[in-house]
C-alpha cells in the first residue's frame, strides 16, 4: 500500500468522521459512485482523479490544498527519517526535542 494514499486516506477519514458523514453520505455528496469508493481511498487502496478532488474537498469543507497537503506532510515526515536506523531515529528525536526547548530561551 501508498504510505502516501493512506496518509490521503486517513485526512479525508478524520475530516468525514469530524463533518459526521458516513461513508455513504460523503460518496453521495461529492459524487462518488458509493459507499465503496469512499472506503476505498480511506484505506489508501484507491486513488481519485483530480477532476473529483474539488468535489471532494467541497463535500468535507475544505480545499482541494488542504487535501493535498496530506501528500506534502507526508513527504516532509518520511524522507528525515527515511533510511535511519532505530537508534538515529531516536537521537533525531532527542536533538529535535533539545532544540524545541531551545526556541523558549
Do not use: C, W
Not at 458523514?21 to 461529492?30: G, H, N, R, V
Not at 476505498?40 to 469543507?61: D, Q, R
Request: aromatic share 6%; proline share 2%; hydrophobic share 35%.
Amino acid at each position: 500500500m501508498d504510505d502516501k494514499l493512506k496518509n490521503f486516506g486517513n485526512l479525508v477519514k478524520s475530516l468525514r468522521e469530524a463533518e459526521g458523514l458516513s461513508q455513504e453520505d460523503l460518496a453521495i455528496k461529492a459524487g462518488f459512485a458509493g459507499r465503496a469508493s469512499i472506503s476505498a481511498i480511506e484505506k489508501g487502496k484507491n486513488n481519485i482523479s483530480i477532476e473529483k478532488l474539488p468535489k471532494l474537498a467541497y463535500a468535507l469543507h475544505t480545499t482541494p490544498g488542504k487535501l493535498m497537503d496530506a501528500f506534502a506532510e507526508y513527504e516532509e515526515t518520511s524522507s528525515l527519517t527515511d533510511g535511519l536506523t532505530a537508534e538515529n531515529k531516536a537521537r533525531l528525536q532527542s536533538y529535535a526535542d533539545y532544540l524545541r526547548s531551545m526556541q523558549g530561551d
